[in-house]
């Protein structure tokens, strides 16, 4: 397996930009749930927090594992944004069993880095996926930190400066 880093925080606090802006130079992984979204409803599918959660956590989950499984032989740093532990904030903030997630994140390797993007309103937009006000995402990205942290992982802390700044905070910590 590559070494994996993931990227990690509340809905909206600029993960996606900096790993838009590091893919030139690194193997990345897109966020799951933005997929799994833009398939449901492509396809009129009831797999949505605001349809059928347990099934959207499902459809995730499923979605994570393939990714990790896609990386194997993969060399070097791969960058994901959100990891399997992330699915825990989805469980506990919709009350839904997580025996499955926990099951897969005991059989992956650990990550080689966390990053912990804080929620950042000044950057915090709303659109057709993310519908919680900042507040509301505020909240959420504590259930991730929480689930992280219940599970043991250091997190790095990204400082809030512009893409560019968090890009190379991270690459130096990437060793690259």
């Known amino acids: 397996m590559p070494d994996i880093h993931i990227f990690t925080g509340p809905p909206g606090s600029g993960k996606s930009s900096v ?23 492509a396809t009129g599918g009831r797999g949505t927090g605001d349809r059928d959660p347990a099934l959207f956590v499902s459809l995730m989950l499923q979605q994570a594992i393939d990714d990790q499984q ?4 993969v060399s070097g740093p791969v960058i994901c944004d959100r990891g ?26 650990p990550p080689e880095a966390v990053f912990w993007f804080p929620p ?17 995402s505020a ?13 043991g992982f250091s997190l790095v802390d990204v ?8 890009a190379a905070f991270i690459r130096q910590r990437i060793g690259a």
Not at 139 to 151: K, P
């Open 120 to 136: 950042w309103q000044a950057i915090y937009t709303q659109d057709a996926e993310r519908t919680l006000d900042f507040g509301g």
């Open 139 to 151: 909240a959420f990205g504590a259930l991730v930190r929480e689930a992280y942290e219940s599970l």
């Open 19 to 41: 790993l838009t802006h590091l893919a030139p130079d690194f193997q990345t992984v897109s966020e799951p749930a933005r997929r799994v979204l833009a398939d449901q409803r």
């Open 70 to 73: 896609s990386l194997r032989g």
């Open 159 to 166: 400082p809030l400066a512009p893409v560019e700044g968090r």
């Open 84 to 109: 399997l532990p992330d699915l825990l904030a989805y469980t506990t903030y919709w009350q839904l069993p997580d025996v499955a997630i926990r099951e897969a994140i005991a059989a992956m390797p």
